[in-house]
């Protein structure tokens, strides 16, 4: 024995260590490891195998009508009809518009709050119509003529005015969310400096008002 290394100790307690392990069942064990390991990531492995059930089962799923049109309509750009009252510009989301027509005779409205106008007829149908500038909190002064812009949905159509009619455009996702002081029914304000408008939430206010 090398008394400075202690060499010939470590070799008998090495072989001490090892004399009691059983070889064979160690390399079948690697050889069994070895082969599952393979299989698994063969082309026709279970991990493929598994991979290949999981994406057939995500290409069975079948959205419902209502999940498809709402994915649908995410994905679509929001086209806005864009016009000016008598201070600013707005923008309204064609899909709630029913109407544009130019102002027909207004029939004023005694004790009704300052945004009504009064009431219009189109096409027969007798409506409220209101300022928009006012809706959203300004205090500009209507100035004559303009148009009449019907929004969409339920039995008691509403109108709002515009001074004019500009043009259409696309929502750009960019554009910055309205802050709160910009009223609560303004959603958006364009770089173009257009505030867009929840014409949903505009109608479903208007509705609750009184016309008198």
Known sequence: MDSRTGTGDSAKDTARETAGINWDAVRARLARQGGELEAAASPGGAWADALLRSRAEDLALVPS????????????????????????????????????????RVARVPHAPPELLGLIAIDGRVMRLFDVDRLCGR???????????????????????????????ELDGTDMKAPPEAGSFVTAITRSRVAVLDAPAILETLRSMKEE
């Not at 049109?69 to 009809?81: G, I, K, S």
């Open 65 to 104: 009508a209502d999940e498809a049109d709402a994915a649908a309509q995410a994905e679509a750009p929001v086209t806005l009809l864009v016009g000016r009252g008598a201070d600013g510009s707005y923008g309204l989301d064609l899909r709630h518009l029913s109407r544009i027509v130019p102002l027909p």
């Open 139 to 169: 205090n500009a002064v209507p100035a004559g003529g303009g148009f009449a812009v019907v929004l969409r949905g339920g039995e008691r159509p509403v109108a709002l005015r515009l001074r004019t009619v500009d043009t259409v455009m």
